[in-house]
């Protein structure tokens, strides 16, 4: 079932997302709306909105969602309080227009980096802070390690690799965001357990290098939701929020984006933890409608690069799962496109409006 959304908001989804005025949208890009919709300080990350990305320029070539300013303005009118987007590398006079128009809509911006792969990528990467330390971002997050781990590392030897090869990438880009003062949000992406990744903070002890948090993406590896935030609130600079939807399957367990409140997960609770530990934290939405995930936590392959885990949290993690069977999982590659998009503007708007209604965001 739908929340009831704003009369702008679902006037705004009916004149951006109909497949009929896709055509229309370059046009569009100013979105002179004669009012925003009500606002929720709740941001949005590109992620959410591949599915419309696709529809967009499949109707007007080299149309793209995605370009900052438009993605901005975009976030506005459906009533987001800020974006994370790649920003790239900018020139002065978009660099302007980009703070100018987060400014003027009270917006924030947060960056998406990749991180330096060796010195001879610091150039790059130098670039990409640079703009983002002139669009005033309040983050940039970044992903430190491939894939997700049961499934990229067939050897925890592997996974060790790749571990210090992320520590060395951080070690790289810390004289640079400290120089520019632009903090780098290292997010939990299905790839360190949280003491982990708690030890690779404490390494590197950097007032610029902390977190961004992910509500979901820790219990795929078998981390206790609640606990995960608490551990790694203090590090926190943005916050991925996100809810899911839970099932069992032969061979683990289903794990689905859902909009905020209908999933598992006691959202009051993740952010109060982070407020309290962080007063003036921001959050951003991360929700990507498509299939739920598989989680194989009953099969030898899962446990080859974390053999370590104690059974006792296999258990608790299913135990969860049990408590919480989801009746049904959202499915969208059975769905026409036109239906795929239509799932994922509702995906958005429910959230955005228990964002504003439930969490006070």
Known sequence: MH????????????QLAGWGGLAT??????????????????????????????????????FDLFEPLTFLRYCHELGAGGIQASLGILDASRVKSLRAAAEQHEMFIDAIVNPPQSAADLDRFEAEICTAAGVAVLAARTVVMPGRRYEQFKT?????????????????????VEKHRVRLAVENHKDQRIDERLVMY???????????????????????????????????????LKDQAVCEY???FLLGD????????????????????RPKIHFVLELITREALRIPCLTEAYWAAMPTVPASELA??????????????QSVASLPPEKQLELEDTNIADSLDYAREKLKI
């Open 25 to 62: 949208l370059p046009a569009m890009c100013g979105f002179p709306a004669s009012e925003a919709a009500q606002q929720t300080k709740l941001g949005l990350v590109i992620y959410n909105c591949a599915i419309r990305r696709k529809a967009m320029r499949a109707r007007a070539t080299g």
């Open 202 to 240: 404490q390494r590197l002890s950097s007032e610029f290098i902390g977190a961004c948090v992910d509500t979901g993406n820790s219990f795929a590896l078998l981390d206790d939701p609640y606990e995960t935030i608490e551990a790694l609130a203090p590090y926190a600079f943005t916050v991925h």
């Open 316 to 329: 608790s993690a299913l135990r969860l799962v049990r408590q919480h069977q989801a009746r049904n999982l």
């Open 250 to 252: 032969e061979d683990g």
């Open 258 to 277: 859902i909009p905020l409140g209908a999933g598992c997960f006691d959202l009051k609770r993740m952010v109060e933890t982070l407020r309290k530990a």
């Open 156 to 176: 925890l030897a592997e996974f060790r690799e790749s571990a210090a090869n992320a520590q060395r990438m951080l070690e790289l880009a810390a004289p640079i």
């Open 3 to 14: 929340r009831k959304h704003s009369i702008h908001r679902r006037a705004a989804l009916a």
